[in-house]
Protein backbone atom coordinates (compact mmCIF):
# COMPACT_ATOMS: atom_id res chain seq x y z
CA UNK A 1 0.00 0.00 0.00
CA UNK A 2 0.86 3.72 -0.99
CA UNK A 3 0.30 7.17 1.32
CA UNK A 4 -0.18 9.88 -0.58
CA UNK A 5 1.19 11.53 2.72
CA UNK A 6 2.72 10.13 5.77
CA UNK A 7 1.65 10.34 9.40
CA UNK A 8 2.92 13.46 10.87
CA UNK A 9 2.06 16.02 13.70
CA UNK A 10 -1.86 16.48 12.50
CA UNK A 11 -2.40 13.03 12.61
CA UNK A 12 -0.69 12.32 15.82
CA UNK A 13 -2.47 15.08 17.52
CA UNK A 14 -5.89 13.79 16.04
CA UNK A 15 -4.72 10.33 17.68
CA UNK A 16 -3.60 12.14 21.08
CA UNK A 17 -6.97 14.17 21.45
CA UNK A 18 -8.93 10.89 20.80
CA UNK A 19 -7.31 8.68 23.65
CA UNK A 20 -7.11 11.60 26.28
CA UNK A 21 -11.10 12.14 26.00
CA UNK A 22 -11.57 8.19 25.54
CA UNK A 23 -9.93 8.17 28.92
CA UNK A 24 -11.82 10.86 30.49
CA UNK A 25 -14.72 9.15 29.24
CA UNK A 26 -13.33 5.50 30.90
CA UNK A 27 -12.61 6.83 33.84
CA UNK A 28 -15.94 9.00 34.21
CA UNK A 29 -18.06 5.52 33.31
CA UNK A 30 -15.61 3.88 36.17
CA UNK A 31 -16.70 5.99 39.15
CA UNK A 32 -20.40 5.81 38.21
CA UNK A 33 -20.54 1.99 37.60
CA UNK A 34 -18.62 1.92 41.51
CA UNK A 35 -20.98 4.12 42.53
CA UNK A 36 -23.96 2.45 41.30
CA UNK A 37 -22.56 -1.18 41.10
CA UNK A 38 -23.24 -1.83 37.31
CA UNK A 39 -21.02 -3.92 34.70
CA UNK A 40 -18.71 -2.29 32.82
CA UNK A 41 -18.13 -5.15 30.16
CA UNK A 42 -20.29 -4.07 27.45
CA UNK A 43 -19.05 -0.62 27.56
CA UNK A 44 -15.79 -1.71 26.26
CA UNK A 45 -18.14 -2.70 22.56
CA UNK A 46 -18.85 0.64 22.07
CA UNK A 47 -14.99 1.81 22.73
CA UNK A 48 -13.90 -0.75 20.22
CA UNK A 49 -16.25 0.44 17.68
CA UNK A 50 -15.62 3.75 17.85
CA UNK A 51 -11.67 3.08 17.52
CA UNK A 52 -12.31 1.31 14.25
CA UNK A 53 -14.10 4.30 12.60
CA UNK A 54 -11.37 6.98 13.79
CA UNK A 55 -9.11 5.00 12.48
CA UNK A 56 -10.68 4.28 9.34
CA UNK A 57 -11.32 8.37 8.75
CA UNK A 58 -7.24 8.40 10.30
CA UNK A 59 -6.15 6.09 7.31
CA UNK A 60 -8.67 7.99 4.83
CA UNK A 61 -7.00 11.22 5.53
CA UNK A 62 -3.66 9.88 4.71
CA UNK A 63 -4.46 8.54 1.58
CA UNK A 64 -4.00 4.90 0.84
CA UNK A 65 -3.33 3.69 -2.73
CA UNK A 66 -3.21 -0.11 -3.85
CA UNK A 67 -3.48 -2.11 -6.92
CA UNK A 68 -0.95 -3.51 -9.64
CA UNK A 69 -2.54 -1.39 -12.67
CA UNK A 70 -0.08 -0.81 -15.74
CA UNK A 71 -0.47 2.22 -17.51
CA UNK A 72 0.84 2.97 -20.59
CA UNK A 73 2.27 6.69 -21.40
CA UNK A 74 3.54 8.83 -24.08
CA UNK A 75 7.09 10.00 -23.60
CA UNK A 76 7.54 13.22 -25.42
CA UNK A 77 10.11 15.97 -26.37
CA UNK A 78 10.47 19.21 -27.43
CA UNK A 79 14.29 20.67 -28.60
CA UNK A 80 14.83 24.56 -28.78
CA UNK A 81 17.39 26.11 -29.40
CA UNK A 82 17.72 29.89 -28.48
CA UNK A 83 19.53 31.86 -30.70
CA UNK A 84 20.79 35.27 -29.40
CA UNK A 85 22.11 38.44 -31.01
CA UNK A 86 25.43 39.61 -29.12
CA UNK A 87 26.33 42.43 -31.50
CA UNK A 88 26.95 45.51 -30.48
CA UNK A 89 23.63 47.19 -31.04
CA UNK A 90 22.87 44.96 -27.89
CA UNK A 91 24.92 46.54 -25.46
CA UNK A 92 22.20 49.99 -26.25
CA UNK A 93 20.52 50.56 -22.92
CA UNK A 94 17.04 51.85 -23.96
CA UNK A 95 16.41 48.61 -22.20
CA UNK A 96 17.84 49.16 -18.80
CA UNK A 97 20.21 48.08 -17.57
CA UNK A 98 20.91 47.23 -21.26
CA UNK A 99 19.10 44.91 -24.41
CA UNK A 100 21.66 41.76 -23.52
CA UNK A 101 21.34 41.78 -20.00
CA UNK A 102 17.63 41.92 -20.27
CA UNK A 103 18.02 38.93 -22.25
CA UNK A 104 20.14 37.37 -20.30
CA UNK A 105 17.42 37.66 -17.24
CA UNK A 106 14.11 37.08 -18.94
CA UNK A 107 15.69 34.25 -20.95
CA UNK A 108 16.81 32.73 -18.13
CA UNK A 109 13.24 32.75 -16.88
CA UNK A 110 11.83 30.95 -19.58
CA UNK A 111 13.83 28.77 -19.20
CA UNK A 112 12.20 27.56 -15.95
CA UNK A 113 9.26 27.92 -17.18
CA UNK A 114 9.57 24.88 -20.11
CA UNK A 115 8.35 21.24 -19.55
CA UNK A 116 9.85 18.44 -21.13
CA UNK A 117 12.13 20.50 -23.10
CA UNK A 118 15.68 20.31 -24.02
CA UNK A 119 17.18 23.58 -24.65
CA UNK A 120 20.54 24.80 -26.22
CA UNK A 121 22.08 28.10 -26.53
CA UNK A 122 23.54 29.90 -29.84
CA UNK A 123 25.01 33.48 -29.97
CA UNK A 124 25.59 35.77 -33.21
CA UNK A 125 26.91 38.71 -34.57
CA UNK A 126 29.00 38.75 -37.50
CA UNK A 127 29.64 35.18 -37.02
CA UNK A 128 27.23 32.22 -34.55
CA UNK A 129 28.98 30.14 -32.35
CA UNK A 130 27.59 26.92 -29.97
CA UNK A 131 27.44 28.08 -26.56
CA UNK A 132 25.32 25.49 -25.03
CA UNK A 133 24.22 21.88 -26.91
CA UNK A 134 21.21 20.63 -26.18
CA UNK A 135 20.18 19.50 -23.20
CA UNK A 136 18.07 19.10 -20.19
CA UNK A 137 20.04 20.65 -17.51
CA UNK A 138 18.60 24.04 -16.96
CA UNK A 139 21.02 24.66 -14.32
CA UNK A 140 23.88 24.13 -17.46
CA UNK A 141 21.79 26.53 -19.77
CA UNK A 142 21.88 29.16 -17.17
CA UNK A 143 25.05 28.81 -16.21
CA UNK A 144 26.12 29.80 -20.23
CA UNK A 145 23.97 31.98 -20.62
CA UNK A 146 25.09 34.27 -17.57
CA UNK A 147 28.84 33.86 -19.04
CA UNK A 148 27.99 36.12 -21.29
CA UNK A 149 29.92 39.94 -20.48
CA UNK A 150 29.65 42.94 -21.73
CA UNK A 151 32.70 42.61 -23.79
CA UNK A 152 31.71 40.15 -25.73
CA UNK A 153 28.98 41.83 -27.16
CA UNK A 154 30.25 43.20 -30.20
CA UNK A 155 31.01 43.54 -34.36
CA UNK A 156 27.34 43.50 -36.58
CA UNK A 157 24.55 41.55 -36.99
CA UNK A 158 24.37 38.66 -39.17
CA UNK A 159 20.82 36.95 -38.24
CA UNK A 160 20.97 34.07 -41.44
CA UNK A 161 24.50 32.96 -39.32
CA UNK A 162 22.40 32.16 -36.08
CA UNK A 163 19.58 30.84 -37.68
CA UNK A 164 21.96 28.66 -40.23
CA UNK A 165 23.92 27.41 -37.12
CA UNK A 166 20.75 26.38 -35.10
CA UNK A 167 19.07 24.07 -38.24
CA UNK A 168 22.17 22.40 -38.54
CA UNK A 169 21.62 21.45 -35.20
CA UNK A 170 17.97 20.60 -34.86
CA UNK A 171 18.31 18.46 -38.21
CA UNK A 172 20.98 16.64 -36.92
CA UNK A 173 18.02 15.12 -34.61
CA UNK A 174 17.01 12.14 -35.16
CA UNK A 175 13.25 11.30 -34.13
CA UNK A 176 10.63 9.03 -35.16
CA UNK A 177 8.30 11.97 -35.92
CA UNK A 178 9.29 15.35 -37.79
CA UNK A 179 6.26 17.45 -37.33
CA UNK A 180 6.30 18.75 -34.09
CA UNK A 181 8.91 19.39 -31.09
CA UNK A 182 11.93 21.69 -32.80
CA UNK A 183 12.00 25.13 -32.20
CA UNK A 184 14.37 28.11 -33.12
CA UNK A 185 13.63 31.54 -30.54
CA UNK A 186 15.45 34.58 -32.20
CA UNK A 187 16.33 36.81 -29.81
CA UNK A 188 17.34 39.90 -31.55
CA UNK A 189 16.92 43.90 -31.57
CA UNK A 190 16.09 43.45 -35.64
CA UNK A 191 19.38 45.14 -37.22
CA UNK A 192 20.72 42.84 -39.84
CA UNK A 193 23.93 43.32 -42.05
CA UNK A 194 24.28 39.70 -42.91
CA UNK A 195 22.74 37.89 -46.06
CA UNK A 196 18.71 37.56 -46.69
CA UNK A 197 17.57 34.79 -44.48
CA UNK A 198 14.80 34.35 -47.42
CA UNK A 199 16.00 30.81 -48.13
CA UNK A 200 16.96 30.01 -44.89
CA UNK A 201 13.11 30.81 -44.03
CA UNK A 202 12.53 27.51 -46.75
CA UNK A 203 14.58 25.15 -45.29
CA UNK A 204 13.24 25.96 -41.93
CA UNK A 205 9.54 25.08 -43.72
CA UNK A 206 10.54 22.11 -44.99
CA UNK A 207 12.53 20.75 -41.73
CA UNK A 208 9.45 22.43 -39.86
CA UNK A 209 11.26 23.91 -37.41
CA UNK A 210 9.00 26.69 -35.57
CA UNK A 211 10.39 29.92 -35.66
CA UNK A 212 9.59 31.94 -33.20
CA UNK A 213 10.72 35.88 -32.98
CA UNK A 214 11.78 37.90 -29.73
CA UNK A 215 12.49 42.18 -30.39
CA UNK A 216 14.27 43.77 -27.53
CA UNK A 217 14.24 47.28 -27.74
CA UNK A 218 12.51 50.40 -28.43
CA UNK A 219 10.77 52.14 -31.08
CA UNK A 220 12.72 55.23 -29.64
CA UNK A 221 16.32 53.81 -29.98
CA UNK A 222 18.94 54.37 -28.12
CA UNK A 223 22.97 54.87 -28.47
CA UNK A 224 25.85 52.19 -28.25
CA UNK A 225 27.66 52.92 -25.11
CA UNK A 226 32.16 52.19 -26.22
CA UNK A 227 34.88 53.11 -24.01
CA UNK A 228 34.90 56.78 -24.95
CA UNK A 229 31.12 57.73 -24.85
CA UNK A 230 28.81 56.58 -27.83
CA UNK A 231 29.00 55.03 -30.94
CA UNK A 232 29.90 57.76 -33.35
CA UNK A 233 29.35 57.67 -37.61
CA UNK A 234 31.44 58.95 -39.97
CA UNK A 235 30.32 62.10 -39.60
CA UNK A 236 30.62 62.55 -35.76
CA UNK A 237 26.98 62.05 -35.24
CA UNK A 238 25.91 59.53 -32.51
CA UNK A 239 24.62 55.80 -33.96
CA UNK A 240 20.87 55.63 -32.29
CA UNK A 241 19.89 51.92 -32.90
CA UNK A 242 16.28 50.82 -32.57
CA UNK A 243 13.94 48.07 -32.54
CA UNK A 244 13.18 46.80 -35.75
CA UNK A 245 10.16 44.97 -35.14
CA UNK A 246 8.51 44.96 -38.83
CA UNK A 247 11.58 42.67 -39.87
CA UNK A 248 11.21 40.28 -36.77
CA UNK A 249 7.86 39.84 -37.27
CA UNK A 250 8.57 39.28 -41.12
CA UNK A 251 11.29 36.46 -40.38
CA UNK A 252 8.31 35.01 -37.50
CA UNK A 253 5.03 35.14 -39.82
CA UNK A 254 7.15 33.36 -43.14
CA UNK A 255 7.45 30.58 -41.09
CA UNK A 256 3.97 30.25 -39.32
CA UNK A 257 5.60 31.55 -36.26
CA UNK A 258 4.69 34.56 -34.00
CA UNK A 259 6.45 37.84 -32.78
CA UNK A 260 7.03 38.40 -28.88
CA UNK A 261 8.86 41.59 -27.38
CA UNK A 262 10.51 42.57 -24.53
CA UNK A 263 11.64 46.30 -22.82
CA UNK A 264 10.68 48.52 -19.72
CA UNK A 265 7.37 48.26 -20.97
CA UNK A 266 6.38 45.09 -22.31
CA UNK A 267 7.03 41.57 -21.73
CA UNK A 268 5.75 39.22 -23.67
CA UNK A 269 7.82 35.96 -22.46
CA UNK A 270 5.19 34.81 -20.60
CA UNK A 271 3.10 33.93 -23.62
CA UNK A 272 6.30 32.63 -25.08
CA UNK A 273 6.94 29.90 -22.53
CA UNK A 274 2.97 29.25 -22.66
CA UNK A 275 3.10 29.16 -26.34
CA UNK A 276 5.53 26.24 -26.03
CA UNK A 277 4.08 24.09 -23.45
CA UNK A 278 0.93 24.21 -24.92
CA UNK A 279 2.07 22.25 -28.17
CA UNK A 280 2.96 18.81 -27.98
CA UNK A 281 6.41 17.57 -28.78
CA UNK A 282 7.72 15.02 -30.07
CA UNK A 283 6.68 11.38 -29.20
CA UNK A 284 9.97 9.67 -28.33
CA UNK A 285 8.19 6.16 -27.51
CA UNK A 286 5.62 4.57 -24.62
CA UNK A 287 6.79 3.20 -21.76
CA UNK A 288 4.39 1.31 -18.80
CA UNK A 289 4.38 2.73 -15.46
CA UNK A 290 2.41 0.99 -12.62
CA UNK A 291 -0.76 3.28 -12.04
CA UNK A 292 -1.81 2.94 -8.25
CA UNK A 293 -5.28 4.70 -7.42
CA UNK A 294 -6.16 6.48 -4.15
CA UNK A 295 -9.10 4.45 -2.58
CA UNK A 296 -9.43 6.44 0.65
CA UNK A 297 -13.26 6.65 -0.02
CA UNK A 298 -13.44 2.73 1.15
CA UNK A 299 -12.53 3.62 4.39
CA UNK A 300 -14.11 6.79 4.38
CA UNK A 301 -17.75 4.98 3.83
CA UNK A 302 -16.70 1.86 6.38
CA UNK A 303 -16.09 4.68 9.04
CA UNK A 304 -19.65 6.22 8.20
CA UNK A 305 -21.47 2.79 8.52
CA UNK A 306 -19.34 1.93 11.81
CA UNK A 307 -20.49 5.41 13.08
CA UNK A 308 -24.48 4.29 11.90
CA UNK A 309 -24.21 1.53 13.96
CA UNK A 310 -22.37 3.37 16.69
CA UNK A 311 -25.43 5.89 16.82
CA UNK A 312 -28.07 2.58 15.82
CA UNK A 313 -26.85 0.10 18.55
CA UNK A 314 -26.89 0.91 22.48
CA UNK A 315 -25.32 -0.55 25.37
CA UNK A 316 -26.97 -0.62 28.94
CA UNK A 317 -24.47 -0.23 31.47
CA UNK A 318 -26.21 0.50 34.71
CA UNK A 319 -29.56 -1.32 35.35
CA UNK A 320 -32.01 -0.20 37.75
Not at 17 to 24: A, D, Q
Not at 171 to 191: N, P, R
Not at 216 to 226: A, D, F, L, R, V
Not at 248 to 275: H, I, P, V
Amino acid sequence: MIWSKPIGILEYTLIGIFLLFYLMYFIRMILVSSKVKSNMRRSFYKFFLRSAYFGAFIIAFLGPSFGDTKKEIKTTRKDIFFVLDVSASMNSNDVLPSRIEKAQKELSNVADRLNSARIGLITFSSDANLLCPLTYDKDAFKMFLQSITKRQVGGTSNISSGMQLAMEKLSATKTKIHDVGKFVILISDGENFGADPDKLLKLFKQNKISLLTVGIGTSSGGTIPETYGPKKDKEGQEIITSLRSSELKKLASTTGGSYFETNDNRNDLNYLSERINQIEGVTTGYQKVDATANKYFYFLLFGLFLILLDVLITVKTISL
